[in-house]
């Protein structure tokens, strides 16, 4: 008996719909809740306008030590005692940090979820911060990015970083500081940036299912003992790109591979190009399809696998391509790399490649919106950068209905191969006359 299985043939794409949204305006804080019936396992998020942004100079890295230490317990109860108050709701607690924002997420059933709001609210207005915790998880933080450190790349991003936005500038430094920016950080650091930062109401964001949930309850949970405006939004960095490419070298004695880091700066995430731009970056360097990958990895055998992308913030954006490849073929992977980049911005895309990354992109949104979590995620968005409440009630649209003259004008407007700055990780002694030879731009020996 012979069993034979026919591959089905793909079928027409279903229509998405976004989580319909409400809004409550309570305590000087905004709850934006997305309904999804049936979900009784909720997500909420406390969305504060603390980032890694406002950190001082010279002490990178302390909003992250803060969000760290928030499990350590509250004003009213100590560790243990805060553990077990959040395991008593089934909920968790994930407070994070990002260029933008402080996070507090957490997860609950819907019946407990204002109980679990009422203690992520404790964990970030009243937080214990005692002494002793505060250095422990610092130099927990130190010792964990000490040993990242010691790996290829975030030498390399760091490089590329400090020369896209400047070393002085707190944007030209890493998003959760270094090693030694992370040790210079104190007790009194801590204490004064949650000070400063962190008792403003801002925003509650919750998905899940709304029949049973009071959104005023929410707020007032989230909300309560804080005071002051809502911070005023900064511009936009601006986009200035060099006019001829720089060659920065980082040495890593006797690596057998280089760590390829190459960018140049790019718009903020609510620039009006985003789909095209994001569409160009996939055809170029965001799939296992893509030119990069299909060239690099596929034909030459230079690299197990490169991506290039667009990654964009409230005030900057970044384009950049990253890769670890061959101490031996260094040069000639910066040079293919170079010149496919040169060549999205030159000639575009094609619609048989488009057509791929519009399925892709499409497809890839429908499936991440299908948990609370993303879905908070998803409003955080809207939140930071300004977007309308039907961003992504039309964003799959978007996707599926750009043109190849929108995204090959995107990709010309918004890749610069002249202004590129290529950071090199690798074995300094082996491939720095080869980059000399090469003429890719100005050589420079990094100080990281």
């Not at 709001?117 to 915790?133: G, I, K, N, S």
């Not at 010149?339 to 991440?368: C, F, H, K, P, Y």
Request: no cysteine; net charge negative; charged share 20%.
């Amino acid at each position: 008996m012979t069993l034979i299985a026919t591959r089905p043939d793909s079928g027409s794409p279903r229509p998405y719909q976004f989580p319909t949204l409400q809004r409550v305006t309570v305590g000087g804080g905004t709850v934006i809740a997305a309904h999804l019936p049936g979900q009784l396992l909720a997500s909420a998020l406390l969305l504060l306008d603390a980032g890694a942004a406002r950190e001082p100079d010279g002490r990178e890295g302390t909003a992250t030590v803060l969000a760290k230490s928030l499990e350590e317990g509250t004003k009213s109860r100590d560790s243990t005692a805060y553990a077990l108050a959040l395991e008593g709701l089934g909920a968790a607690l994930a407070p994070s940090v990002d260029w933008d924002t402080f996070r507090v997420g957490l997860s609950a059933p819907v019946p407990q979820l204002a109980g679990a709001v009422r203690l992520a609210a404790e964990a970030a207005r009243t937080p214990r911060l005692d002494p002793a915790d505060v250095t422990r998880v610092r130099d927990d933080e130190v010792t964990a990015l000490r040993m990242d450190w010691a790996q290829p790349g975030p030498r390399a991003d760091a490089a590329l970083r400090a020369d896209l936005f400047g070393a002085a500038e707190r944007y030209g430094r890493p998003l959760h500081g270094d090693p030694t920016s992370v040790a210079a950080v104190s007790v009194d650091d801590v204490l004064a940036f949650h000070q400063r930062w962190m008792l403003r109401p801002g925003v509650l964001l919750v998905a899940g299912d709304l029949d049973s949930l009071d959104l005023k309850e929410l707020g007032e949970a989230a909300f309560a003992g804080t005071s002051g405006d809502p911070l005023a939004v900064e511009a936009p960095l601006g986009v200035p790109v060099r006019g001829e490419r720089r060659t920065i070298l980082v040495d890593r004695p006797g690596s057998v591979q280089s760590t390829l880091r190459i960018g140049h700066r790019a718009p903020e995430r609510a620039t009006p190009d985003y789909v095209a731009m994001t569409l160009a970056a996939t055809v170029l360097g965001g799939a296992f399809t893509s030119r990069l990958n299909h060239l690099i990895r596929e034909v030459k055998g230079y690299s197990y696998g490169i991506r290039g992308s667009y990654a964009m913030t409230r005030r900057f954006g970044r384009f950049e391509v990253a890769a670890g490849v061959q101490t031996a073929v260094t040069v000639p992977a910066i040079i293919d790399t170079l010149g496919e980049i040169a060549r999205t911005a030159l000639d575009g895309v094609t619609e048989e490649e488009l057509a791929v990354a519009r399925s892709w992109r499409a497809g890839q949104l429908s499936v991440e919106m299908q948990t609370p979590g993303s879905i908070v995620n998803a409003l955080s968005t809207l939140v930071v950068h300004g977007l309308p409440d039907d961003y992504y009630a039309t964003l799959r649209r978007d996707y599926l209905e750009a043109s190849v003259g929108q995204v090959s004008a995107a990709a010309q407007a918004h890749l610069h191969p002249r202004g590129l700055t290529l950071v090199i990780e690798g074995d300094a002694a082996v491939i720095r006359d080869e980059l000399a030879a090469a003429d890719l731009g100005e050589l420079v020996d990094s100080g990281i």
